[in-house]
Structures are given as structure tokens and as C-alpha cells.
């Protein structure tokens, strides 16, 4: 503290250089400005005999990254000791500030002792004691210590906190980064509930360390009571490990773990569980005999270089119900796939590989497809003089299945576009293309709807594609006060046609929806396999009103036209006639708040709705609804292209201050009715502490699994978990 001893008698004398009684002094200290420390303060004396400098009032004091502030300071130069008096503030390099009404501090405010001490740390968290040894830069011990990260209450600050932890001694240590109690007791609200003898936790400038997590309580008519306690483990610095036993009465033991990694070039994770059980048939009868249960699941991604980069995503479970059962996953297909893909200027490509895992009654795993390769590469070139553009796809699929078809797929396609645009505003577009396709299938179906309907049979099949299309837009835009009115009407010819083998393999357009996204379009079924032939005619009018503020409502209506009666649509399609149905998008979103999409398609014949889709989000996060619905009188996607109508309810809303509730809900509207899951819960979260209660059920049976309510009951202690 030299510097600090130099700085001090250099500012102490300018500020008396002027006075008598030191104009004749022996000798001046040797002055030296250091560059890290900085004083100042109302009034300073000088007690040559006692060898002592006092500062008083609002004095400051910077020591390199420390900052002292107190009512009165006195430097014992012999001793190179400063003590200070009276509203004490040291603020630390980390952000921690030191509250006190007394300190006694040496080697740069490094080390000294602190009389009633209160600390407040970097993530607002609050530590109090009778007295405290800074025993370096690093280490403080305090007695008779309080801590807690619960702010007191404001109307009535004597009031307990929610939580803190009382202990005969605590330890800070900024190397290791933590905060270490002995003879600890937790108090909830004033009342001591546990002791420990030792207990520790990171520090607030710590984002990650090694323990245990928030546990989780709860009862479930499958697995019975149940108790989840997550331990988190930082292995390093680019990697850490999450386990999480499950321990249920009526299953045993279930094993969780995740795995989380960052390399230099990307990053990893991976989660699994497993456990061992009885095993059940399908009217969930146990069969005597034990199983493991598992599942994995991981993604990771990795740049090579600029232009390429490759990844993964694997999901796989032993069993069909297992996912559902533990409350995994609700998907009924699993999938997991690899990938390399690359992308340079306009060149874009992609080679993948996918394996497939159906968890529905109805799927067989041997009729299943597996994709060993699937590349896909797209170009665009560069616009012309005219803005015209040329582009370039080709598309190479191997299907593979043990016990149905398999399906070898080259297809080739180039393209040319031409945007113009009028001198009065019209918008027109040309595209033409030209696609080759060409197939061998092993074991060809009889019944492409009937997988394992195969015949031994081998064919190759060969197919040209071509296709033209014009589409015309006129926007009209009207500006009135603060809204911008937009009335577009949209026109849109198209003609395609297959030349060569009609009857090839269908792999990737097995499900078809028609609505306001695919309205537009030279082929409006998903994939490459099935084309639509023939003359059509889209057309439709796009209106929107558009406000400064950012709010908009748009309305688009629509309907296609086919030359042909037989347009080879399946039936409930809405395009299986001549005149399509009408579809229709209505989008509004006023503010950011609201938000409010309903998209229908309309027969024509009836103008009966055929489909209907309702999604709306009100609220912000803290209180919101959301509301789902949908119908369609015939779901040709379906296992029973029966009709299918669903809605869908969610909410969270803020009770008072720190408590909301919140839930959802799912039900089957089409036949009888039924719900299938829903979820009712209360949460309370404040800046120390949190908590929910939660009530789950599924009202669905599948094989083994029967209809479950569940119970969870989940606590928080802030920072620690």
C-alpha cells in the first residue's frame, strides 16, 4: 500500500500547501502520481507526529480495481494500516459490494478486518455477519453469518425472508469460487426446518458447477410414487453430464443421464435412460419374465470447412409405449438420420441417411423404409440482362425394406424463370422446366396402399416431366391516414404432363393437403414421385391492411380450375373435381400481443366447410391463451380417412405477484368425443425460490400403457438448483 501511502501525503500536500504551519516544514514525502490509485475527500490533515493521515467526508478511495468509500478514513503510515468509519462501502473486482460500519484494511484493501459486515454479491444475493478476516485478496471468513438471495420485504423489513442459511462460519473464496458454511441451518420463513454441519455451494460469479439439481416429487397410476433427483456434473469446460435417477414404487429404478460437448469445430449431446422391468404383453399382463427398457437420443453438427459442414440426429427407444410411459416423448415416429452438406455461392448440396422407428400398433418394423442415401443438389444461376435465371436439380433416393419394396430413385430437372414487371406495376412471371426421372423397384406391390402385398416382381421405369406455368399479380395499394390498403389479385396458368412410365413407384408423396400454401404451384403434391397432369388454372386475391405501428390483417382467397374432370387427386382432397374447393387464409395480428390465424378450405359444390384451421395466441408471457381447432370432414392421410376434428386449449395466468397458474387441454370432438391429455398446474417464482404443483393426465390407452394421472411436485432453492 505504499502507492497509496505516497498518493495520500502527495494530495495531502497540495491540498496545505498554502497553510502556515506546513509552508516550513523539513521535508516533503517523495510524491508519486501511481497510476492505479486515486483519493479524494472534502477534508484531509496531516499528523506529522503520530505519523497519520485523516481524511473526512464522502471519502473515496481507488486502489487498482477496488473502490473504498466511508465518512472518515485514517492512514497509520508505520503500520501501513487504513481504518474506516461510518458508512463504509468497498466494492470488490467481481462486483460484490461490501457493506460495513467499520474496516481495518492493509496491502492495497487486500487483507484487514470487517466489523458487522454485509455483502451484496454480483446475482443480488445478500450475505451478513457479526464480523469478518479478509485473509488475502481472495479468502474472507466470517462468524455468526446469514445468507440468502431473497430481498426483504418492503413494508416491513424486520420481516423473515422467504429462506436463508444461518451458519457459525462461513468461507468466501474467489479462487476456488465458493462459498462454504459450517454448523448450517436452513430457515423457511424464520423457521429452523435442517442442519448440516457443512455445506457449500459455487459463488455468483460461477455459471456452472458440479451438484444436485431441482428434485422432483410426484405419483403416478403407472409407476406409482415417485421421486427424480438430477445430479449435474462439469466435467470440464467445453463438456458436463447430467444423471438422473427415477426411483418409482411400482417400476423400480429407472436410469436417466445426459451428455452434453463443444469442440472446436461444433457440439454433441446425447440423453438416454434404461431400466429393468416386468415385461407386459398388449393387454399389459405381465408375462413372468424381466426386459430392459431404454431409449437414446443425441443430434450433434460439425463445420468442415467454409463450404461444408456434417451432422446427426438419432432417436431410438427398445420398446413402442416406453417413450409415453416415462414421459419422454409423444412421437409416434421416431426418426434418426446422418448428414453431409455443403453450400458454396448458389450451389447448394446434401447427402443424408435415414432410419425409421414406428411406435404406432400399426406399424410393422420389418415392412418399415430405411434410407441408406439420399442426395439432393440444387443450382441457381446468376440473373441475365433480362433478370431471367437458370437452375439445376438433381435428386438421387435409395429405399430399402426387408420384407416390401424397395425403390431406387435418379431424378434430373433444369429450369428457366423470367420475372417482368410493367411500367404500371403489373407483376408477371415465366417459368418452364424440363425433369427426368428414372426408377427400379425390387418386389413391386400389387396394392401400393397395402405394404406387404409384394410380388417378387423387378421393374425399371423412365418418365419426362415438363412443365410451363405463367402467373400474373396486380397489387392495387391505396394509403389512407396512417393504414395501407393492398387489394392484389393473383392469376396463375400452369400446364404439366408425364410422358413415358405413369405407373412408377410412390414413396415421398403419400400425403397431400390442400390449402393457401400450396394453392400456387406447377405440382401441388408433396415430393417428387406423384405430378399433376394436365391443364389448370390458379387464381385468387390477396388483400391486406397494414398499420404503421407494425399491426396487419391479410385475407387471401382461392380456387384452381383443372382441363380435366379425372384430375388423379384422391378423393377428399378438395382437387379430386374439375372446380377445386375454395381456400382461404384470414391472418391478424393488430399488435404483438394478438395474434389470430383461421385457414378453411370450402367445398364448392355445398360451400360446406371441409376443413378448417383455427390457431390464436393472446396475451404476453407472464398471462396468455392459446387455442387450436381443427376439422376436416375427410382426412384422406388418416389410417381411417374417417372425419377428424380436434381442439386444443392452453393458458397461463398471473394470480399476484410471483404466482400464476397455468394448463392445458386436448380433445377429440369427432364420433362420441373423447379427451385425450391435459395438464392443470400452480407455479410460485420469485427471485430465491420457486415451486410448482402439477396435475397430468392421459386419457388414451395404448397396448401396455393405460391411461395415467400424475401428480408432480417440483422446488427450487435459488442459486443452487
Same mark, same amino acid.
Not at 158 to 181: F, G, I, M, N
Not at 664 to 683: F, H, K, M, P, Q
Given at each position: 500500500?505504499?502507492?497509496?501511502?505516497?498518493?495520500?501525503?502527495?494530495?495531502?500536500?497540495?491540498?496545505?500547501?498554502?497553510?502556515?504551519h506546513?509552508?516550513?516544514?523539513?521535508?516533503?514525502?517523495?510524491?508519486?502520481?501511481?497510476?492505479?490509485?486515486?483519493?479524494?475527500?472534502?477534508?484531509?490533515?496531516?499528523?506529522?507526529?503520530?505519523?497519520?493521515?485523516?481524511?473526512?467526508?464522502?471519502?473515496?478511495?481507488?486502489?487498482?480495481?477496488?473502490?473504498?468509500?466511508?465518512?472518515?478514513?485514517?492512514?497509520?503510515?508505520?503500520?501501513?494500516?487504513?481504518?474506516?468509519?461510518?458508512?463504509?462501502?468497498?466494492?470488490?473486482?467481481?462486483?460484490?459490494?461490501?457493506?460495513?460500519?467499520?474496516?481495518?484494511?492493509?496491502?492495497?484493501?487486500?487483507?484487514?478486518?470487517?466489523?458487522?459486515?454485509?455483502i451484496?454479491?454480483?446475482?443480488?444475493?445478500?450475505?451478513?455477519?457479526?464480523?469478518?478476516?479478509?485473509?488475502?485478496?481472495?479468502?474472507?471468513?466470517?462468524?455468526?453469518a446469514?445468507?440468502?438471495?431473497?430481498r426483504?420485504?418492503?413494508?416491513?423489513?424486520?420481516?423473515?425472508?422467504?429462506?436463508?442459511?444461518?451458519?457459525?462460519?462461513?468461507?468466501?473464496?474467489?479462487?476456488?469460487?465458493?462459498?462454504?458454511?459450517?454448523?448450517?441451518?436452513f430457515?423457511?420463513?424464520?423457521?429452523?426446518?435442517?442442519?448440516?454441519?457443512?455445506?457449500?455451494?459455487?459463488?455468483?460469479?460461477?455459471?456452472?458447477?458440479?451438484?444436485?439439481?431441482?428434485?422432483?416429487?410426484?405419483?403416478?397410476?403407472?409407476?406409482?410414487?415417485?421421486?427424480?433427483?438430477?445430479?449435474?456434473?462439469?466435467?470440464?469446460?467445453?463438456?458436463?453430464?447430467?444423471?438422473?435417477?427415477?426411483?418409482?414404487?411400482?417400476?423400480?429404478?429407472?436410469?436417466?443421464?445426459?451428455?452434453?460437448?463443444?469442440v472446436?469445430?461444433?457440439r454433441?449431446?446425447?440423453?438416454?435412460?434404461?431400466?429393468?422391468?416386468d415385461?407386459?404383453?398388449?393387454?399389459?399382463?405381465?408375462?413372468?419374465?424381466?426386459?430392459?427398457?431404454?431409449?437414446?437420443?443425441?443430434?450433434?453438427?460439425?463445420?468442415?470447412?467454409?463450404?461444408?459442414?456434417?451432422?446427426?440426429?438419432?432417436?431410438?427407444?427398445?420398446?413402442?409405449?416406453?417413450?409415453?410411459?416415462?414421459?419422454?416423448?409423444?412421437?409416434?415416429?421416431?426418426?434418426?438420420?446422418?448428414?453431409?452438406?455443403?453450400?458454396?455461392?448458389?450451389?447448394f448440396s446434401?447427402?443424408?441417411?435415414?432410419?425409421?422407428?414406428?411406435?404406432?400398433?400399426?406399424? $410393422?418394423?420389418?415392412?418399415? /423404409? =430405411? &434410407?441408406?442415401?439420399?442426395?439432393?443438389?440444387?443450382? %441457381?444461376? @446468376? #440473373?441475365?440482362?433480362? +433478370?431471367?435465371?437458370?437452375?439445376?436439380?438433381?435428386?438421387?433416393?435409395?429405399?430399402?425394406?426387408?420384407?416390401?419394396?424397395?425403390?431406387?430413385?435418379?431424378?434430373?430437372?433444369?429450369?428457366?424463370?423470367?420475372?417482368?414487371?410493367?411500367?404500371?406495376?403489373?407483376?408477371?412471371?415465366?417459368?418452364?422446366?424440363?425433369?427426368?426421372?428414372?426408377?427400379?423397384?425390387?418386389?413391386?406391390l400389387?396394392?401400393?396402399?397395402?405394404?406387404?402385398?409384394?410380388?417378387?416382381?423387378?421393374?425399371f421405369?423412365?418418365?419426362?416431366?415438363p412443365?410451363?406455368? $405463367?402467373?400474373?399479380?396486380? /397489387? =392495387? &395499394?391505396?394509403?389512407?391516414?396512417?393504414?395501407?390498403? %393492398?387489394? @392484389? #389479385?393473383?392469376?396463375? +396458368?400452369?400446364?404439366?404432363?408425364v410422358?413415358?412410365?405413369?405407373?412408377?413407384?410412390?414413396?415421398?408423396?403419400?400425403?397431400f393437403?390442400?390449402?393457401?400454401?400450396?394453392?400456387?404451384?406447377?405440382?401441388?403434391?408433396?415430393?417428387?414421385?406423384?405430378?399433376e397432369?394436365?391443364a389448370?388454372?390458379?387464381?385468387?386475391?390477396?388483400?391486406?391492411?397494414?398499420?404503421?405501428?407494425?399491426?396487419?390483417?391479410?385475407?387471401?382467397?382461392?380456387?384452381?380450375?383443372?382441363?380435366?374432370?379425372?384430375?388423379?387427386?384422391?378423393?377428399?382432397?378438395?382437387?379430386?373435381?374439375?372446380?377445386?374447393? =375454395? &381456400?382461404?387464409?384470414?391472418?391478424?395480428?393488430?399488435?404483438s400481443y394478438?395474434q389470430?390465424?383461421?385457414?378453411?378450405?370450402?367445398?364448392?359444390?355445398?360451400?360446406?366447410?371441409?376443413?378448417?384451421?383455427?390457431?390464436?395466441?393472446?396475451?404476453?408471457?407472464?398471462?396468455?391463451?392459446?387455442?387450436?381447432y381443427?376439422?376436416?370432414?375427410?382426412?384422406?392421410?388418416?389410417?381411417?380417412?374417417?372425419?377428424?376434428?380436434?381442439?386444443?386449449?392452453?393458458?397461463?395466468?398471473?394470480?399476484?405477484?410471483?404466482?400464476?397458474a397455468?394448463?392445458?387441454?386436448?380433445?377429440?370432438?369427432?364420433?362420441?368425443?373423447?379427451?385425450?391429455?391435459?395438464r392443470?398446474?400452480?407455479?410460485?417464482?420469485?427471485?430465491?425460490?420457486?415451486?410448482?404443483?402439477?396435475?397430468?393426465?392421459?386419457?388414451?390407452?395404448?397396448r401396455?400403457?393405460e391411461?395415467?394421472?400424475?401428480?408432480?411436485?417440483?422446488?427450487?432453492?435459488?442459486?443452487?438448483?
Amino acid at each position: 500500500m505504499k502507492s497509496l501511502a505516497r498518493l495520500l501525503l502527495a494530495t495531502t500536500f497540495l491540498c496545505t500547501a498554502f497553510v502556515p504551519h506546513f509552508a516550513h516544514a523539513e521535508k516533503t514525502p517523495e510524491l508519486d502520481f501511481a497510476k492505479e490509485s486515486l483519493f479524494s475527500a472534502k477534508n484531509i490533515t496531516y499528523d506529522k507526529e503520530d505519523q497519520t493521515v485523516e481524511a473526512t467526508g464522502e471519502v473515496e478511495v481507488v486502489q487498482g480495481d477496488r473502490v473504498l468509500k466511508a465518512d472518515k478514513i485514517i492512514y497509520d503510515i508505520p503500520g501501513d494500516t487504513i481504518r474506516a468509519e461510518g458508512n463504509v462501502v468497498l466494492l470488490e473486482p467481481t462486483g460484490d459490494v461490501v457493506f460495513a460500519e467499520e474496516m481495518e484494511l492493509q496491502n492495497e484493501l487486500k487483507i484487514g478486518a470487517i466489523r458487522d459486515i454485509r455483502i451484496l454479491f454480483s446475482d443480488q444475493s445478500r450475505l451478513a455477519a457479526h464480523e469478518a478476516i479478509k485473509m488475502d485478496e481472495n479468502r474472507t471468513i466470517m462468524t455468526k453469518a446469514v445468507f440468502s438471495t431473497c430481498r426483504l420485504c418492503e413494508k416491513d423489513p424486520e420481516r423473515p425472508v422467504l429462506w436463508q442459511v444461518k451458519a457459525e462460519e462461513v468461507e468466501h473464496d474467489r479462487a476456488e469460487q465458493s462459498v462454504t458454511y459450517k454448523n448450517a441451518v436452513f430457515e423457511f420463513f424464520g423457521v429452523p426446518v435442517m442442519y448440516t454441519p457443512y455445506f457449500s455451494h459455487p459463488d455468483p460469479t460461477v455459471d456452472r458447477e458440479s451438484g444436485f439439481l431441482s428434485p422432483k416429487v410426484y405419483d403416478s397410476s403407472i409407476l406409482g410414487y415417485g421421486l427424480k433427483l438430477p445430479y449435474y456434473i462439469v466435467i470440464s469446460e467445453d463438456k458436463d453430464m447430467t444423471i438422473t435417477p427415477n426411483i418409482t414404487t411400482k417400476e423400480g429404478v429407472q436410469l436417466a443421464a445426459q451428455y452434453r460437448q463443444a469442440v472446436s469445430n461444433g457440439r454433441f449431446k446425447f440423453d438416454g435412460s434404461a431400466t429393468y422391468v416386468d415385461e407386459r404383453n398388449n393387454q399389459n399382463v405381465t408375462t413372468g419374465d424381466k426386459e430392459f427398457q431404454s431409449h437414446i437420443r443425441g443430434d450433434g453438427q460439425f463445420q468442415i470447412d467454409d463450404t461444408w459442414l456434417w451432422g446427426f440426429d438419432v432417436f431410438r427407444t427398445s420398446n413402442d409405449t416406453y417413450l409415453d410411459k416415462y414421459d419422454i416423448s409423444d412421437d409416434d415416429t421416431l426418426t434418426s438420420r446422418a448428414y453431409l452438406q455443403g453450400q458454396r455461392g448458389r450451389n447448394f448440396s446434401v447427402l443424408s441417411a435415414y432410419s425409421f422407428q414406428g411406435l404406432t400398433e400399426a406399424d $410393422v418394423s420389418s415392412e418399415t /423404409p =430405411f &434410407v441408406p442415401a439420399w442426395w439432393d443438389y440444387s443450382y %441457381v444461376g @446468376e #440473373p441475365n440482362d433480362f +433478370g431471367g435465371r437458370a437452375s439445376v436439380n438433381m435428386d438421387t433416393l435409395l429405399i430399402y425394406r426387408e420384407d416390401s419394396q424397395d425403390t431406387n430413385r435418379l431424378s434430373l430437372s433444369g429450369g428457366y424463370h423470367i420475372p417482368y414487371t410493367t411500367s404500371n406495376g403489373q407483376v408477371l412471371s415465366f417459368d418452364t422446366s424440363l425433369r427426368g426421372d428414372l426408377y427400379y423397384a425390387r418386389n413391386i406391390l400389387a396394392d401400393p396402399s397395402d405394404p406387404s402385398s409384394g410380388t417378387g416382381q423387378n421393374a425399371f421405369s423412365a418418365r419426362a416431366v415438363p412443365s410451363v406455368s $405463367v402467373e400474373w399479380k396486380y /397489387p =392495387f &395499394v391505396r394509403q389512407a391516414g396512417s393504414v395501407r390498403q %393492398v387489394v @392484389e #389479385p393473383i392469376v396463375e +396458368g400452369v400446364w404439366s404432363d408425364v410422358i413415358g412410365d405413369e405407373d412408377t413407384p410412390n414413396e415421398d408423396s403419400l400425403s397431400f393437403e390442400f390449402d393457401d400454401t400450396n394453392l400456387f404451384g406447377s405440382n401441388r403434391f408433396a415430393g417428387l414421385d406423384e405430378v399433376e397432369k394436365g391443364a389448370r388454372l390458379n387464381y385468387g386475391i390477396n388483400m391486406g391492411v397494414y398499420g404503421e405501428s407494425g399491426g396487419y390483417t391479410t385475407l387471401l382467397v382461392g380456387q384452381s380450375i383443372h382441363s380435366d374432370k379425372n384430375t388423379s387427386f384422391p378423393d377428399g382432397t378438395g382437387l379430386e373435381d374439375q372446380f377445386s374447393d =375454395f &381456400v382461404t387464409r384470414l391472418e391478424i395480428r393488430p399488435a404483438s400481443y394478438l395474434q389470430f390465424i383461421n385457414r378453411t378450405r370450402i367445398n364448392h359444390d355445398k360451400l360446406s366447410i371441409a376443413r378448417n384451421e383455427l390457431d390464436m395466441k393472446v396475451g404476453t408471457s407472464k398471462n396468455y391463451f392459446d387455442l387450436g381447432y381443427v376439422y376436416l370432414r375427410d382426412d384422406p392421410n388418416g389410417l381411417t380417412q374417417d372425419t377428424r376434428e380436434e381442439v386444443y386449449v392452453e393458458g397461463k395466468v398471473e394470480i399476484a405477484e410471483f404466482w400464476s397458474a397455468y394448463g392445458n387441454y386436448r380433445r377429440n370432438l369427432a364420433g362420441t368425443g373423447n379427451s385425450v391429455d391435459g395438464r392443470i398446474g400452480i407455479e410460485y417464482l420469485d427471485e430465491c425460490f420457486g415451486f410448482s404443483l402439477e396435475l397430468k393426465k392421459s386419457f388414451t390407452r395404448d397396448r401396455d400403457l393405460e391411461p395415467d394421472t400424475t401428480i408432480g411436485f417440483n422446488i427450487r432453492l435459488l442459486p443452487f438448483n
